[in-house]
């Protein structure tokens, strides 16, 4: 079997990704959107069972998969699914001596993901996962024809 793309072309997924979300959060510099993104990504993690968050990541690009799982303690159980203010509030209090992240955060990272994979598989893991998975993942009133990776 060849080298799968993600881990061929990982600084490009990364640097596409990162611009992205960037973007959608209307932050100045690589450093404070990867706080947010740290952020999002790990009051996602929090909810969910071990095997639930290796289900999630298989669907991510390299980058953002090591990033998911990164600092994770096992020995902790997941939290109730909460709010999205709650997802916001944690992904704020992320080093917060330097964190700029903004109240929009989850759904910036959301739709940022959703550039950065492959909208069947995502929306196949998230059907497997508890109900609030999805929401935390929605894109309302995005053009689906405007998601899905730019780096294939």
Not at 93 to 117: E, F, M, Q, S, Y
């Amino acid at each position: 079997m060849p080298t799968p793309w993600t881990y061929r072309q990982a600084t490009r997924e990364w640097q596409a990704f990162l611009s992205d979300a960037r973007e959608a959060l209307a932050l100045d510099s690589d450093n404070t959107t990867f706080t947010a993104v740290e952020g999002v990504l790990r009051a996602f993690r929090r909810r969910l069972t071990p095997q639930q968050a290796v289900d999630f990541a298989q669907v991510l690009p390299s980058v953002l998969r090591a990033l998911f799982v990164a600092d994770w303690r096992l020995d902790e159980g997941p939290c109730p699914a909460g709010t999205r203010a709650d997802w916001t509030a944690e992904a704020q209090a992320l080093r917060p001596h330097h964190n700029l992240t903004p109240d929009h955060c989850v759904a910036a990272i959301a739709l940022a993901l959703r550039k950065a994979v492959r909208q069947a598989d995502l929306d196949r893991v998230l059907a497997a996962l508890p109900p609030f998975a999805a929401e935390f993942w929605a894109t309302p009133g995005i053009d689906p024809a405007t998601l899905g990776p730019r780096i294939v």
